[in-house]
């Protein structure tokens, strides 16, 4: 009988997780570098409709986005909206100090941004801060996405730490290309998963389950 996928990727610990983890990182890294300039741009203008079609992000007053970092889709589409939409845009800036993510108002990307945290655009450390609390809805990057949520990341860890700081109910949600998709994410218990899945083809919503609310 064939092995349960979920249960072999929660049965990886240690030193096999960790080199589970590296070994899909580089090959669906590889397979997304190779997708065509024409075909990345026309993909990514199909998550983003997606995106924007959410009714979560439609009610969202404070978002938090990410700027495209190397082969990955381009959210500028989603940025435009939210802008036009007045809704208060912030933009993560790693802090290499504290190895978390300081969020940052962004009015203008061309004006409040500029190249950082490995080549990422990032905003100004003078803008105006923003609270984690004030979050209603998350752009959660990644390399590779599994039907179940689970979410494989670049390694660094610094979402997993914001995530866990925002209220259970927060949107998480995340945009990538099919070839993204994989059957099953090595993941340990603590990996944090998100709620909504965008690509090119189809947009997966994923039922997490949330801590019973204090009586």
């Known amino acids: 009988m064939a092995a349960n996928p979920v249960q072999s990727a929660a049965a990886l610990t240690g030193t096999a997780l960790h080199e589970a983890k590296r070994a899909m990182r580089e090959r669906v890294i590889a397979v997304r570098d190779a997708i065509a300039p024409a075909v990345r741009a026309a993909a990514s203008q199909d998550i983003a409709r997606r995106l924007c079609a959410l009714p979560s992000f439609a009610d969202a007053r404070c978002p938090l986005l990410t700027l495209p970092f190397r082969s990955e889709w381009d959210t500028h589409a989603l940025f435009a909206l939210a802008l036009a939409e007045g ?3 912030a933009l993560p800036r790693v ?4 190895r978390m993510l300081d969020l940052h108002e962004v009015r203008d990307l061309a004006r409040d941004t500029a190249p950082g945290y490995r080549g990422i655009r ?3 450390p003078g803008l105006p801060r923003v609270d984690v609390s004030a979050i209603d809805w998350v752009l959660v990057p990644g ?3 599994d039907a179940a949520g689970r979410r494989l990341g670049y390694g660094g860890g610094y979402y997993d730490r914001l ?3 925002m209220p259970p109910a927060t949107p998480r949600v995340a945009g990538a290309f099919d070839v993204q998709l994989v059957p099953d994410v ?4 603590h990996d944090l998963v998100v709620d909504t899945l965008a690509t090119e083809s189809q947009l997966l919503s994923i039922a ?3 801590p019973a609310a204090p009586r």
């Open 143 to 145: 390399v590779a996405f």
């Open 208 to 210: 997490r389950a949330h």
């Open 122 to 124: 990032e905003p100004d």
């Open 163 to 165: 995530l866990a700081l």
């Open 95 to 98: 802090n290499g100090a504290t």
């Open 87 to 89: 809704k208060t845009v």
């Open 186 to 189: 090595p993941a340990a218990p």
